[in-house]
């Protein structure tokens, strides 16, 4: 994929420029079917929402967006990493609300954060510490989201934001402990 013909597509799209929008699609489209594929693997077996959905759902969010003035294509899929989570975060609490009444389930970050089975209510518990994470240490949080729920790599996150590789990986070390910590403290309480 072209980084700079993706980007000047975008800066058209800002400018209104609808018939970008249609070059922009396929330019895109490989790269966030391998973000949801990759996110979505690591779902329950049963999970309703497929990978084509998932790039679709964020498509539409991203280009109705009118408000964005976009930077970049690394930009871009921040965003769609971003949209990826509210989406999936969306379809647990639907799901937890259409469950009613069932046992709690325990949340275990290893499970969550290696990239295994996570639930509903798992994926609702990380939300929630994410967000807290966010709020204590914003660039963690970017680097989480960014890693987890868009599957970048530690190079293309540090160039999103202008940091070091080294950066990143000590960051995604730091933000696992936390919310590993954060997560047991939900499930077993406070010690």
């Given amino acids: 994929m072209d980084n700079h013909e993706v980007t000047n597509l975008l800066i058209q799209l800002t400018r209104g420029d609808r018939g970008a929008e249609e070059r922009l699609m396929p330019l895109v489209y490989a790269e966030l079917r391998r973000m949801a594929a990759s996110r979505l693997r690591r779902e329950r077996a049963d999970h309703t929402l497929q990978a084509t959905a998932l790039v679709n759902e964020t498509y539409l969010r991203l280009i109705e967006i009118d408000t964005i003035d976009w930077q970049s294509r690394s930009h871009f899929f921040a965003l769609a990493a971003k949209l990826m989570r509210r989406i999936l ?91 590993y910590k954060e997560l047991s403290e939900k499930r077993l309480g406070p010690r």
């Fill in 89 to 179: 975060v969306d379809h647990a609490r639907a799901r937890r609300a259409r469950k009613r009444g069932g046992s709690r389930e325990s949340i275990n970050l290893d499970d969550v954060l290696v990239f295994t089975t996570p639930r509903s209510e798992q994926m609702i518990a990380l939300d929630d510490a994410l967000n807290r994470l966010g709020t204590y240490d914003p660039r963690q949080g970017q680097i989480v989201e960014l890693r987890f729920f868009g599957g970048l790599s530690e190079e293309e996150i540090a160039a999103h934001l202008g940091i070091s590789a080294r950066t990143v990986k000590r960051d995604w070390r730091m933000a696992k402990a936390w919310l």
